[in-house]
């Protein structure tokens, strides 16, 4: 916990922990964007620093594979491409080349991004104090900023296959005639264009939500140990802050791998609903 969080009490240090690094349209007492150009810059280093060493590591691997004795870190890779490409061969109809690495991109880069809960949630923070960094938010996925982009990039590439394999007209009359038939067409309308809306909410408020979330609960146990363990308390809060931290960690270790599959996995559907010539 900083100086500056403990001083203010729980509802300070959770608030602090919870504000993210912003430059430009920022509250100067809060930090709190406060308008369209406010930066996060936490969240760009750390999403930009795990995709670079996303980009590296395969790098480094595609010069070093090794077909008859691979490596453990090689064989880590080589499952979890079998895997991706498995669940592409299952739910993609046809074929497009862009898919199967789209959807290893995702799975791999979300879950870089939450595994960064798993970081002890005073650690960077206050090294980060050290250089005069007052606020910073180390899981990208926590910032609804990060999620949100990722989900409307990938409606953006729904929209683009819709029209790419209906057509605008056969796009266009998916939304009159679906899914009640030609003499609902306001109904169509207002009904498909929700189903369409759902898309990129559900993909990108799933992910914030439950990171948020787990990131919440990190704090609230760390809190244990910083704010009940005095005096001779220390000795029952300090062991249980470490039990429950720890059985949290592994549960959450299983909570930011299922979130990375089914942002991954509702990618591959939704771009499969895209490709299907026929209205749905």
Known sequence: MSADSSSGGTV??????????CVGECDPVTNVATGFWALHLDTIFFSVLLGSLMVFASWRLGRNLQADTPSGFQNVVETVVDFVSQQVKDTFPGHNPLIAPLALTIFVWVWLMNFMDLIPVDLLPVIAGWFGIGYLKVVPTTDLSTTMAMSLTVFALILFYNIKIKGLSGYLKMFLFHPFGKFF????IVMTAIEELAKPLSLGLRLFGNLFAGELVFLLIALIGGTMAVGFAAAFWLPLQVLLDLGWLIFHLLVITLQAFIFMVLTIVYLAMAHTGEEH
């Open 12 to 21: 300070a240090y959770i608030q602090h922990h919870l504000t993210n690094l």
């Open 185 to 188: 067409v306001p109904v169509n």
